[in-house]
Each structure stands twice: as structure tokens, then as C-alpha cells.
């Protein structure tokens, strides 16, 4: 079956404007949850979705938001860009339920300049 | 505050030879615990699920252990080849963390010829 799917895969912003990414899960998955990866933080929660609700939220300001369809692909938006979001954005994918398989994206890679 | 800490963080390797890589939580209560291959510019792959009952979990030449007592776990790399080198990351989830994960920064490993 089709994995994770992450598009774009890579992204070059300026300072001040605003991106938004996308997740398709796995088909018949529900929960999509998004981190932060970067070199020196490792990978960080931003925050989790399940049938369209937002279930969990990491510590990433507001600035930081996701929404989730009725077809479980999910957004990510960030607006105001700074220099420090440069990173790769990965999104997770799960039933959401007892199954602990989660199951990766290859993600975008953001470079705000 | 649940923490996951890795060891070491990096390591160089000859082709053909063993290694273990270290991962030590505060987690609590502990869900379960996963070991995840990361190749550079790629999203984290499963290599092994474990959960409070469970104390040995193989995957090909991968081996992982979990003492929950101590709290800790270990990944064990049998006869190594080249394309073992990538970034190892050790995942802990919290019974009521919603599904959110906790994740080590990583041990990168090169295996040299």
C-alpha cells in the first residue's frame, strides 16, 4: 500500500512569510502528527490530529498550525516565518487507536533565508 | 518532565563488526518503546516495537532489549554493512501522552570499509 506522503520535499521562504505543507497518511489511517527536526534539537512533537481534531499540542508557538480534511490529509501552516524554522518537517501516521505503528513521511525540508 | 537520552552520540564503525547503542528514559508511565533507522534527508523507519512485557525484540540483524526496571534499552547491530549508517533513534511514549512521543536526539553510526 502507498506510504506517507509529504509535499512539497523541499521549500525555500523568505523571513516574514508564511508556508504551508502537506501530509497524506497511509489509506484507513486517522492520525496524523507532525515534528520538528533539527540538527541540534532532535526530533520535536508539534502537535497530533485525529478525525479532523486536534488531539495533542506540543510546545511550538502559535505561529504553528495544522488542521486535518475528512480524507485524514493534514496541513501545516507557519506563518511569519523566522530563520530558525529552517528544518525538515516530518509527519507521522497511525490508526490512532491500540496500534503503535507509526509510520514516517520523507518530509520537506524548509529553509527560510 | 519525560526525557529520553541517547548514547553515543555518534560513532564510526568498521564494516563487519558489532555494535550496541544505548537509550535510557524517564518516561512514566511507560506505553512502549521503538527503535527508528533515519538515513540523512529521510523520515525515520520502524525497526522495532516494544511494550512493558516485552524484554528482546529482533529485526534482521537488529536486536533490541528493554529493561523497564532500569529503564533502560539497547540496540544491537550484528556484523555491520555500509548501509547501516544513519541516525538511531530511540522513541518512548507515556501511557497518557495521547499518542504524543518522546524522542532521543539520536546516535549517528558510520560504517566505514
Known amino acids: 500500500k502507498a506510504g506517507v506522503t509529504q509535499t512539497p520535499r523541499y521549500l525555500i521562504k523568505t523571513r516574514g512569510q508564511q508556508v504551508t505543507l502537506s501530509c497524506s497518511p497511509i489509506s484507513g489511517h486517522r492520525s496524523v502528527s507532525w515534528y520538528q527536526q533539527t540538527p541540534g534539537q532532535g526530533l520535536q512533537f508539534l502537535f497530533e490530529y485525529f478525525s479532523e481534531t486536534q488531539r495533542n499540542k506540543g510546545n511550538f508557538p502559535g505561529r504553528f498550525s495544522g488542521r486535518q480534511f475528512s480524507n485524514s490529509r493534514s496541513e501545516m501552516n507557519v506563518s511569519t516565518l523566522e530563520l530558525g524554522d529552517s528544518a525538515l518537517y516530518l509527519c507521522a501516521s497511525s490508526s490512532g487507536t491500540a496500534d503503535y505503528g507509526y509510520t514516517f513521511g520523507s518530509g520537506t525540508r524548509l529553509t527560510v533565508v | 518532565k519525560n526525557q529520553v537520552e541517547q548514547s553515543p552520540q555518534s560513532l564510526i564503525i568498521l564494516e563487519g563488526k558489532n555494535c550496541t547503542l544505548q537509550?535510557?528514559?524517564?518516561?512514566?508511565?511507560?506505553?512502549?518503546l521503538r527503535w527508528y533507522k533515519q538515513d540523512t534527508g529521510r523520515g525515520p523507519v520502524s525497526l522495532t516495537i516494544m511494550t512493558f512485557s516485552e524484554n528482546t525484540k529482533s529485526n534482521g540483524r537488529y536486536t533490541a532489549t528493554l529493561d523497564a526496571d532500569t529503564k533502560q534499552s539497547s540496540l544491537h547491530i550484528t556484523a555491520s554493512q555500509l548501509s547501516d549508517s544513519a541516525s538511531y533513534i530511540c522513541?518512548?511514549?507515556?501511557?497518557?501522552?495521547?499518542?504524543?512521543?518522546?524522542f532521543g536526539k539520536g546516535t549517528s553510526l558510520l560504517v566505514t570499509p
Open positions: 537509550c535510557n528514559y524517564t518516561v512514566s508511565p511507560f506505553s512502549n
Open positions: 522513541v518512548v511514549s507515556a501511557q497518557n501522552s495521547g499518542y504524543a512521543l518522546n
